[in-house]
Structure formats: structure tokens, C-alpha cells
């Protein structure tokens, strides 16, 4: 399978609907939760994509765009941007659609950084070497 190929099919989707227990005063998704959900999404596809073991080691400039009320569903779309050695990024977007209209936006979007650790928790290659 060739880098473009893998790419393509560890693109991960997740819906959540937004529920008042996950929202701030303002009545809107609070920003850790959101970032907590966009850490979940970039670990799944990290993991998808390279299917090893990864952790996260850095988090980059989080955009909060818009806000996401209560009442709304969210899509959190995870895509691997770049590939290294032993590590690669994933950007995450959140994008906010009202519930009884075809509204969508996108909210919120972030870069996540992971490296592939082995069992004794050392970098790996994230990808095997071409023969």
C-alpha cells in the first residue's frame, strides 16, 4: 500500500451530538472537551494509519473559530498531514451542523503530533522500511 493509499484509509470520522453535561456557562462545548475529543480522533487515526503503538507528544495552535452550542452534532475529521521517521502529525477539524437545518461549519480545527514507541516505550520507525 503506498503513502497515498494509507492516508486515505486511516481518515477517521466520529459524530457526537453536543449534550448540556459537556458544555461550559455559555452553553457551549467546552474547549477542553473539545480538545480531549480532537486527541481521541488524531489518536485513532495515528493508530489507523500506522498501527502501532503511539503516543501524543505535542499538540499544535488550536483554532476555536466558532462556538458549538448545546443541541448541536458535531464531525471530527482526522487526517495524517506528514509522515517522519518515528513520529507524524494529524490534523484534526470539528465542524458544528445544527440539528433540524442542513447549517454546517467548521468550529475548531488543531494538529496533534504522535511517535510510535515499541513495547519498552522507544521510538519505532512509523512505517516499515521499503525494501
Do not use: W
Not at 11 to 22: L, Q
Not at 109 to 116: D, E, L, M, P, Q
Request: glycine residues 4%; aromatic residues 8%.
Amino acid at each position: 500500500m503506498n503513502l497515498q493509499e494509507r492516508v486515505a484509509q486511516s481518515e477517521t470520522r466520529i459524530f457526537k451530538a453536543v449534550f448540556p453535561n459537556t458544555t461550559n456557562h455559555y452553553d457551549t462545548l467546552f474547549g477542553g472537551t473539545a480538545m480531549q475529543l480532537m486527541d481521541e480522533v488524531a489518536f485513532i487515526t495515528a493508530t489507523r494509519f500506522c498501527r502501532k503503538r503511539v503516543v501524543t507528544v505535542s499538540s499544535d495552535r488550536i483554532d476555536f473559530t466558532q462556538p458549538i452550542p448545546a443541541g448541536t452534532i458535531v464531525e471530527l475529521i482526522g487526517q495524517v498531514t506528514s509522515v517522519g521517521n518515528t513520529s507524524l502529525k494529524v490534523q484534526v477539524e470539528i465542524y458544528v451542523e445544527e440539528m433540524y437545518s442542513d447549517v454546517r461549519i467548521k468550529a475548531v480545527s488543531g494538529s496533534f503530533t504522535f511517535v510510535a514507541i515499541d513495547e519498552h516505550k522507544q521510538p519505532v520507525r512509523v512505517l516499515p522500511e521499503e525494501a
